[in-house]
Every structure is written in structure tokens, then in C-alpha cells.
């Protein structure tokens, strides 16, 4: 499917398309990089910006990540999902 196609099906231009992915191997990992994403450093994060057309009006995706994590993001979301159970056991 072309850009215009996905656009007038959906309403949406640059969608995410995860198997358009670039894979990057860095020092400190893998970095994954998307053609219609820019990445960059600043003050010490890793910062990915993109655009979006979406029905009409333009959004500014920023997505900021410290360069040196204390976490991994699958532990931030063990902990969230770890926080959502004791809410609703003291809940109920």
C-alpha cells in the first residue's frame, strides 16, 4: 500500500510500521530507527521526534529517554502493573 493509499484508508499519515524498521547495533545496545523518525541527543537523553498527519491537523511526536537508563523499560512496566494489583486488591 502507497503513503496516499494508507492516508485515504485510514485518515493517517506515518503510521507505525514496525516491520520498516532499521536496526542499528550500538555500544550500548540496539537502536531502532524508522525513516520518518528524526533522533538526536540532548543534555544527556536520547530524543525521537516525529510528525504525524492524522484527519487533517499535525501532531509533534517527541519521545525523550535518558542515555544512561537506572531501569529497564520492562521493569517500569512490572512496576506499574505491580502498583495496578494493590490498588484493586485494597479496592475490593
Given at each position: 500500500?502507497?503513503?496516499?493509499?494508507?492516508?485515504?484508508?485510514?485518515?493517517?499519515?506515518?503510521?507505525?510500521?514496525?516491520?520498516?524498521?532499521?536496526?542499528?547495533?550500538?555500544?550500548d545496545g540496539i537502536n531502532?530507527?524508522?525513516?520518518?523518525?528524526?533522533?538526536?541527543?540532548?543534555?544527556?537523553?536520547?530524543?525521537?521526534?516525529?510528525?504525524?498527519?492524522?484527519?487533517?491537523?499535525?501532531?509533534?511526536?517527541?519521545?525523550?529517554?535518558?542515555?544512561?537508563?537506572?531501569?529497564?523499560?520492562?521493569?517500569?512496566?512490572?512496576?506499574?502493573?505491580?502498583?495496578?494489583?494493590?490498588?484493586?486488591?485494597?479496592?475490593?
Amino acid at each position: 500500500m502507497t503513503e496516499l493509499q494508507e492516508y485515504i484508508t485510514t485518515g493517517m499519515l506515518g503510521a507505525y510500521h514496525p516491520e520498516n524498521a532499521i536496526l542499528r547495533q550500538e555500544e550500548d545496545g540496539i537502536n531502532t530507527i524508522f525513516r520518518d523518525s528524526e533522533s538526536l541527543e540532548w543534555e544527556g537523553h536520547y530524543v525521537r521526534e516525529r510528525k504525524m498527519l492524522i484527519g487533517g491537523k499535525c501532531f509533534h511526536i517527541s519521545s525523550v529517554f535518558p542515555s544512561h537508563p537506572t531501569t529497564t523499560p520492562t521493569d517500569k512496566m512490572l512496576e506499574l502493573i505491580d502498583a495496578e494489583l494493590k490498588k484493586d486488591t485494597r479496592a475490593g
